[in-house]
């Protein structure tokens, strides 16, 4: 059986493996079944199994290389792209400590481990970044509803306006959950401001109709609070 997975794997002529290095030891263990020395035989297809494997520091420079790239996505703010590749980073660390298993190596198992942190942070930051910069493109758009809602109630379409106003309430309220998720507090009070700003402006639209007003003291005030210039958490 372990002569076979042997076999198996030397004919997958792994990159970075030692395939003339398998085959020799293969050879040693066919002349200890010869002997009936099963012991032996088994443990040299099993060292053979190991060398038909890529190796640890081949598997190590892969994820290396995939990590800097990663690096370099992050820089350009293409964070998509840096997780995506963070994450095929990971996946030759797994293989590479699985192969290190193998090989009784400790030391370089434990460095895997203090890596992968740093990925997994790295990560994090990626899909912060994500959802920081979804969350100011929801407040600009609902900020420009809000706008357009401002000029409706001016021209004393109460009922355009209020619908407009429940839209960018909606928006915002999707742009709060962001910045709750991510543990931007600054934010979530800002944009909690807009919101209770934008409901005082649905209740105006409702009794401007409902009862008629004078336009003049009717007529909304249009100062929300612009979330767009708050200062950035990214």
């Avoid at 010869?34 to 040299?44: H, M, P, Q």
């Avoid at 639209?205 to 990214?234: F, V, W, Y």
Wanted: glycine share 4%; net charge positive; hydrophobic share 30%.
């Amino acid at each position: 059986k372990e002569v076979s997975k042997t076999i198996s794997e030397i004919k997958k002529n792994n990159a970075g493996a030692d395939n003339q290095g398998a085959r020799k030891l293969l050879t040693q263990a066919s002349q200890a079944i010869g002997k009936d020395d099963f012991t032996k035989a088994i443990e040299l297809a099993r060292a053979a199994q190991i060398k038909a494997k890529p190796n640890t520091d081949y598997l190590l420079s892969r994820a290396r290389e995939a990590a800097e790239e990663a690096e370099k996505s992050f820089k350009t703010k293409n964070f998509k792209k840096s997780i995506e590749i963070w994450g095929k980073s990971l996946e030759e660390y797994k293989r590479a400590t699985a192969q290190a298993k193998e090989k009784g190596e400790e030391e370089v198992i434990r460095r895997i481990k203090d890596t992968q942190k740093i990925i997994d942070e790295n990560i994090l930051n990626a899909e912060t970044a994500i959802d920081n910069k979804r969350m100011h493109e929801l407040i600009t758009q609902a900020n420009k509803r809000v706008e357009e809602c401002n000029e409706f109630f001016s021209k004393n379409d109460f009922d355009t306006s209020k619908e407009g106003y429940l839209e960018a309430h909606s928006t915002f309220k999707t742009a709060v959950n962001l910045a709750k998720k991510r543990g931007l507090k600054e934010d979530v009070k800002k944009i909690k401001e807009a919101m209770d700003s934008i409901s005082e402006s649905v209740l105006s639209c409702e009794l401007a109709k409902g009862n008629q007003l004078d336009r003049k003291s009717t007529r909304l005030n249009s100062s929300h609070t612009d979330i767009s210039r708050m200062p950035s958490s990214a």
